[in-house]
């Protein structure tokens, strides 16, 4: 038997960072994501020899242990061990053997969401095999738990719910309550945003817990600066999802600069000059606003672009070594199957 999984990344296209604990226990977070066909992919096959195989295609890597009850959490797949020692805790009450391989399609740091995307697909591998009774946010919210509780990793908890559900979701986050509320889009508003949003990789990554660490000792020593650009964020969460429900597609570059302004003062960071001159060659080429992926210091950018400003951006954009990267929306999260 081989069992697969593939869980799609995601453009967190406002409000990010309202998400992250403690502000969103204090304030309620609220965001507005959606997923593209780059994606975390997981293949397990089960083994009677006894042994645990960990196995990275796109780092050449691999690990191997006898069975047991729980691995240590040390080493490059933290996240696999991770979602295999709650498995065999919570489900199984018994050790497993098999190979497990992973893959995903872009860098890590990349502020695609890769983490928490590839604990997602690993975790919809183990429920497709072993046949766990787990709905969309039971998965989520396991997700969320191995990454933030068990292994004790930073950040939010917009990407499990982005990965498991898929499409164009408004999320809110209110202490351990999670609402996702799928947004009904027209297609052809999606397919003009896919052409006039372009993705841009800078060729750089980030550690993304460090920075979000930043945030939340702002939020917890109640930085009036900080807190006040998190409800801005917010805001900008709400407005998204009013110009994408109404079609009001062309309003979306003034409200991603709305919240990069106010995203910038949320953690010193989240910006550098690389990023900064950047931004400010793709507004001069045409683009009426943009953002950095994810909690920022690097990896993936975005712009809008109206008409056919595009081309002109992505001229402006190559000149910095960096790379234009072609994808599109999808509507469907978690899969897996076996064979």
Known sequence: MIIRSKAPLRLGLAGGG???????????????NATINMYAHTTIIPTEDGKVVFESQEKHLREEYVQAMETDTDGYFILHKGVYNRI???FTHKPLSFRISSYVD??????????STLVVSILGAFVEWLKLPLGEYDIAQLAYEI????????????????ATFGGFNFMEFKENNVIVNPLRIRQRNIDELNHNLVLYYTGTS???ADIIKEQQQNVAAKKTTSVESMHKVKEQAVLMKEVLLKGDIDAIGK?????WQHKKQMAKSITNQHIDDLYAAAINAGATGGKISGAGGGGF????????????VVEALEQFGGQVKRYEFTTEGLKTWSI
């Open 18 to 32: 309202s998400d992250v604990s403690p502000y969103s226990d204090i304030y309620g977070g609220a965001i507005l």
């Open 88 to 90: 065999v805790k919570q």
């Open 106 to 115: 872009v860098p890590a740091g990349s502020g695609l969401g890769t983490s």
């Open 147 to 162: 990454e933030r509780v068990d292994l004790g990793l930073a950040g939010g908890k917009q990407d499990q719910y982005a």
């Open 206 to 208: 980030h550690v993304s």
């Open 255 to 259: 409200i991603l600069d709305f919240g």
């Open 301 to 312: 950018m975005f712009f809008y672009c109206p008409e056919n400003e595009r081309y002109a």
